[in-house]
């Protein structure tokens, strides 16, 4: 059981490329995907974002752990927040306990700062789920979320939420009205092409600005693995 435990967290490490291994073209591709979301906010400020998928299995905690890592190393102060509060991954990714949190702050058991973890990441600190709730959506869409949000929004350059599957709850869609954008992630051979459009779809409908979408899990044969588009 230990073994399987320590495989476990260490797949789990994998994600943070960008880390381990800066100078790689997958961490390249990372770097292309925060200056292309760079561009599409020249005009408009963007300074909260979330990530999300259609569905589950198709990268989007992957992709956020390291987009905040790729944002970190280039000198912004940067904050993830885990607000997946059906199944978070942050602490995991970041070897972290998951005591305190989101669920903590937003229930009133902890302020922000008490909630606020530093990675051995430089730049970069971390807000875990905290203690799984039973109405994650409830507390979503609290007047103390949107108070998190401005609170955090004066500690830090970029705030990066990362949120469930936006076809699966309605959290993303709550989520993303109080934040300055929304990126939408999809796996090649894995998300299927309407329920890509749906997720679109779904966040239009609640007037979310969609940043575009990242294409990752391409075969490496095709080209390189990680791909940005912007949204029309």
Known sequence: MARKKNQSRTSKMRYLITKLSPKSPISEQYRTIRTNLQFSAVD????????????????????????????????????????????????????????????????????LEEAITPSDVDNLDLISCGPIPPNPSELLSSRKMERMIEEAKNLYDLIIFDTPPVLAVADSQILSNMVDGSLLVVRSKHTDQEAAQKAIESLQAVNARVLGTVLNDREKKEANYYYYYGAN
């Not at 909260?48 to 956020?64: I, R």
């Not at 000198?75 to 602490?91: F, I, Q």
């Not at 005591?99 to 302020?111: F, P, Q, R």
Request: net charge negative.
């Open 44 to 111: 408009d400020d963007l300074q909260t974002m979330l990530v999300t998928s259609a569905g589950p299995g198709e990268g989007k905690s992957m992709t956020t752990a390291n987009l905040a890592v790729v944002y970190a190393q280039q000198g912004m102060s940067v904050l993830l927040v885990d607000a997946d509060m059906r199944k978070p991954t942050v602490h995991y990714t970041f070897r972290l306990d998951n005591l305190m949190g989101l669920s903590n702050v937003l229930v009133g058991d902890s302020t």
